[in-house]
């Protein structure tokens, strides 16, 4: 398993302004993850952070809008930028281990962001 | 279609009872399949992960997956209050590169 911290945990935001989404893991990680989980809603992936080179981007979202670093294999950010109240929701990091790799995967709290 | 398709619910049973949460994927090469349950205003934390076809039993909790109908569940034996949760169904497809992909969860509410 993995202690997992994100920041910030909770903010409110101004249209159009952008916000960076931290988060430390507290130890070495291959696979990281960001997910969203609009309200009422399941996860949806946004990107895979890889270390040392650009995030891989689903379907749906651009680098444009959402930029993920990987400076190392215990931290990430992502930024929501040019927000708008679309993008009102909880933002969550996440790590896989285990035989499963992706699929065992352990969450940070998530970062719920309201957009005004 | 979804990928991963699950019944919203609220599905309600009583204390002691057993709940049974289902769930249909759509890509036939799915190899893996992973139950989280995620508490009101928390994370999700993973409870069971299935491979083969079958029951998987871990405690309180039994896993079950067909790959013939594409169909997992997720059985809870002596249902708690505590157990009253969003429970999500996930699957790691056969062309989506290890990525994981969650249902939209089903609520299940034990009722005392």
């Known amino acids: 398993s993995a202690v997992i911290s994100q920041k910030p945990s909770r903010d409110i935001c101004q249209r159009g302004t952008s916000l960076t989404i931290q988060c430390q893991v507290d130890?070495?990680?291959?696979?990281m993850f960001w997910y969203r989980q609009q309200p009422g809603q399941s996860l949806t992936l946004i990107a895979t952070?890889?270390?040392?080179?650009?995030?891989?981007?689903e379907s749906g979202f651009v680098i444009d809008k959402f930029p993920i670093s990987r400076p190392n294999l215990t931290f990430s950010t992502l930024t929501v930028s040019n927000m708008s109240p679309e993008d009102s929701s909880i933002y969550l990091c996440?790590?896989?281990f285990g035989q499963g790799g992706t699929g065992e995967l352990f969450f940070g709290e998530g970062s719920r962001l309201t957009v005004l | 279609q979804k990928e991963v398709e699950q019944n919203s619910g609220p599905l309600s049973v009583p204390e002691g009872a057993i709940a049974s949460l289902n769930c249909t994927y759509s890509d036939r090469g799915s190899q893996s399949f992973f139950w989280y349950r995620q508490y009101s205003g928390k994370s999700p934390e993973l409870i069971m992960f299935i491979y083969s076809n079958g029951d998987k039993e871990d405690g309180r909790f039994t896993a079950q997956l067909n790959k013939a109908s594409q169909y997992v569940s997720l059985l809870i034996r002596d249902s708690q209050p505590s157990d009253s949760a969003t429970y999500l169904c996930a699957a790691i497809g056969s062309s989506n590169t290890g990525k994981l992909i969650f249902g939209q969860g089903t609520t299940l509410q034990v009722k005392p």
């Open positions: 130890s070495q990680v291959t696979m």
């Open positions: 996440s790590v896989g």
């Open positions: 952070a890889n270390q040392g080179s650009e995030a891989t981007y």
